[in-house]
């Protein structure tokens, strides 16, 4: 085997732990080997959790966030940043803190909800995502729920996530992108800075196990960045990967699988 000597862009992931592995820092780290670049991480929580649902959660002193995301940035560096599940509003403050004296490009997924319905975010942490978090993001990437618990706009249509777009993008993100997975008929995203709009379709594949999808699409993202692609074009790629993770995804337990990560790598089906 050749050594490889030209260093990977790095990407570092601020999330919560899935100890099932389909989404928080296992889906993230598992999306940045795929796609060609070095992931680290700062573990924020710690979850009880499986196809079924989270049966647990412990978030982790802001001490103990601060003190690894100064070890990694101080010392080995970034060329984006991902944000997951954060908890509480100290952790996001604290997070926030962090990212605005980094300089990397930074991609925001408001985690409030798992896949199966279960708070993953404190109710009195929303406004710190929406004046802390949002503020110092590049990129936001919130599903129609956390669009929901973040604004109150309450999206059936594209013309609904439009609005969503303007309300999000009013908190200070350079871009955000709308997930409109939830709505019938083709998967479709819009990106958009406020000026320039970007409509992502995709097929709607016939799978249930989906667990991970919002972790994987900002975590592809987040490494596109680091490659030194353009929003547009990190995004676009993002969507193709995720859409083909989506396709892929199998059965774990007795409820929702999660998508798969290595997709790329296996033969046709």
């Keep these: 085997m050749p050594i490889r000597t030209a260093v990977p862009p790095r990407v570092l992931t601020v999330a919560g732990s899935d100890s099932g592995g389909g989404a928080g ?20 929580a710690v979850t009880a959790q499986n196809s079924l649902g989270v049966q647990g959660a412990w978030e982790l002193p802001v001490d103990a966030v601060r003190a690894q995301y ?12 991902k944000t997951g599940m954060l908890a509480s509003a100290a952790l996001v403050e604290t997070v926030a803190e962090l990212l605005a004296a980094t300089d990397a490009p930074v991609v925001v997924d408001p985690v409030g909800v ?28 919130p599903n129609l729920d956390e669009v929901a618990q973040l604004t109150g706009v309450v999206v059936t249509d594209e013309s609904g996530m439009r609005r969503a777009a303007e309300e999000i993008l009013g908190f200070g993100p350079r871009w955000v992108v709308i997930k409109g997975g939830h709505l019938p008929g083709e998967a479709v995203d819009l990106l958009t800075d406020g000026s320039a709009e970007h409509w992502l379709r995709a097929p709607r594949h016939d799978n249930r196990h989906t667990h991970g999808t919002g972790c994987t699409l900002a975590s592809a993202i987040a490494s596109g960045l680091a490659l030194g692609q353009d929003v547009p074009t990190a995004v676009r790629g993002a969507k193709t990967y995720v859409t083909g993770a ?3 995804g199998f059965p774990l337990g007795g409820g929702i699988g999660p998508v798969d990560h290595g997709w790329l790598t296996r033969p046709p089906r």
Excluded: C, F, N, Y
């Design 70 to 81: 100064r070890s990694v940035v101080d010392d080995i560096g970034v060329q984006a940043v």
């Design 246 to 248: 989506i396709e892929a």
């Design 25 to 44: 820092i296992q889906a993230d780290l598992k999306t940045m080997l795929a796609l060609g670049v070095h992931g680290m991480s700062v573990l924020t």
């Design 114 to 141: 798992s896949k199966h319905g279960d708070a993953l975010l404190a109710a009195e942490a929303l406004d710190s995502v929406r004046t802390k978090l949002l503020p110092v993001a590049t990129v936001a990437t």
